[in-house]
C-alpha cells in the first residue's frame, strides 16, 4: 500500500512562489504515473501536472510556463515549484500515484496540455492535500 505525503504550500501574496513536496512511504515503480491535482472552493478537482512513467511532464493551460513538476525516483518524491502564482491559483493541492493514467491530454499550438482527468484516476493513491492561498 502506498501512503502519499504532501508537504509545503501555505500563503503568498500574488507574484510570489511557493513549492510542494509529496513523500512516498514505498519505493514507488517508474512504470506510475505521478501528478499534482488541485480543488479550489466551489470548484471541481482539476490535473495541475503530471509526470508520465517515460519522465515526460504535462501541464494545464493555467499553470504552463509557471509551475514545474519533478520527480525523485532515489527519495521516492514528487515536487512542484509554483512561480508567479495568481489568487487563482489558490486551493487544496493533492499529489496523486496510479500505474493507469491520470489525465487525458490534449494537444495544441503550445504543445500537450491536460484535458481532465481520467475516470480511473480516483482509484489511485492520493494523498490528504496540502493548502495554498494565494492573496492578491
Known amino acids: 500500500q502506498v501512503q502519499l505525503l504532501e508537504s509545503g504550500g501555505g500563503s503568498v501574496q500574488a507574484g510570489g512562489s511557493l513549492r510542494l513536496s509529496c513523500a512516498a512511504s514505498?519505493?514507488?515503480?517508474?512504470?506510475?504515473?505521478m501528478g499534482w491535482f488541485r480543488q479550489a472552493p466551489g470548484r471541481e478537482l482539476e490535473g495541475v501536472a503530471v509526470?508520465?512513467?517515460?519522465?515526460?511532464?504535462t501541464y494545464a493551460d493555467s499553470v504552463k510556463g509557471r509551475f514545474t513538476i519533478s520527480k525523485d525516483n532515489v527519495n521516492n518524491a514528487l515536487y512542484l515549484q509554483m512561480n508567479s502564482l495568481k489568487p487563482e491559483d489558490t486551493a487544496m493541492y493533492y499529489c496523486?500515484?496510479?500505474?493507469?493514467?491520470?489525465?487525458?491530454?490534449?494537444?495544441?499550438?503550445?504543445?500537450?496540455?491536460?484535458?481532465?482527468?481520467?475516470?480511473?484516476?480516483?482509484?489511485?493513491?492520493w494523498g490528504q492535500g496540502k493548502q495554498v492561498t494565494v492573496s492578491s
Open positions: 509526470v508520465d512513467s517515460d519522465g515526460s511532464a
Open positions: 496523486a500515484a496510479d500505474k493507469r493514467p491520470l489525465v487525458t491530454k490534449r494537444l495544441s499550438r503550445s504543445g500537450f496540455s491536460i484535458a481532465a482527468m481520467t475516470a480511473s484516476a480516483l482509484r489511485g493513491y
Open positions: 514505498v519505493a514507488i515503480d517508474t512504470s506510475y504515473c
